[in-house]
């Protein structure tokens, strides 16, 4: 299954592995996507996140490698951002809606090494109508927090995502 061939069965499938019914169990979620370039197994070049619902949230362990270096020995802090996304993607499993980024805000305390577990948490904060708040942290193995997060998103339709297929952009 591959998204970047627009083609209908394909947005059919991912809209609905993305708007079935919110997880009432912890434990591991699905990917987004098998091409997610955030937790999908088939995007080479993507973090291949692995992400668990929680009682209050959902987490992930990750470690950050050498494809994602910024400066030597430290992660590029867009690919800490992009992580913080794609786990703020996983809490819409959580609300049981279809959501965007609308934005988002990384704080960095510390730097993300590479080679390193970091432990990323997230939680809805609130809900204001189409509007979800939520809120992040990646903290290292002795629980010191390296990086916090919030972002918004915003409830959208099924037609804010058919907007990418082929067949609509023509």
């Given amino acids: 299954m591959r998204l970047d061939g627009g083609t209908a069965s ?3 499938a991912w809209i609905r592995s993305m708007s079935r019914p919110a997880p009432t169990a912890v434990g591991r979620l699905p990917s987004h996507s098998p091409t997610c370039a955030g937790c999908g197994k088939e995007n080479p070049a993507g973090l291949a996140l692995e992400v668990d619902a929680t009682e209050h949230g959902v987490s992930a362990v990750h470690r950050f490698d050498h494809r994602q270096e910024g400066a030597p020995g ?3 802090g867009g690919l800490v951002a992009a992580a913080f996304d794609d786990l703020f993607g996983f809490l819409l499993y959580r609300v049981g809606e279809l959501a965007v980024t609308r934005s988002l805000t ?3 305390l510390r730097p993300v090494l ?3 577990d970091y432990e990323f948490t997230a939680h809805v904060r609130d ?4 509007r979800l708040h939520v809120n992040a942290a990646a903290a290292d193995a002795g ?3 390296v990086a916090t997060a ?3 998103f915003v409830i959208v339709d099924v037609e804010h995502f058919e907007q990418g ?3 609509k952009r023509s």
């Fill in 10 to 12: 394909t947005l059919d």
């Fill in 114 to 116: 590479l080679g390193v």
């Fill in 165 to 167: 297929s082929p067949a």
């Fill in 150 to 152: 919030h972002a918004t």
């Fill in 74 to 76: 430290i992660t590029h």
């Fill in 106 to 108: 990384v704080e960095y």
């Fill in 143 to 145: 629980g010191r927090q």
């Fill in 127 to 130: 809900r204001a109508g189409r």
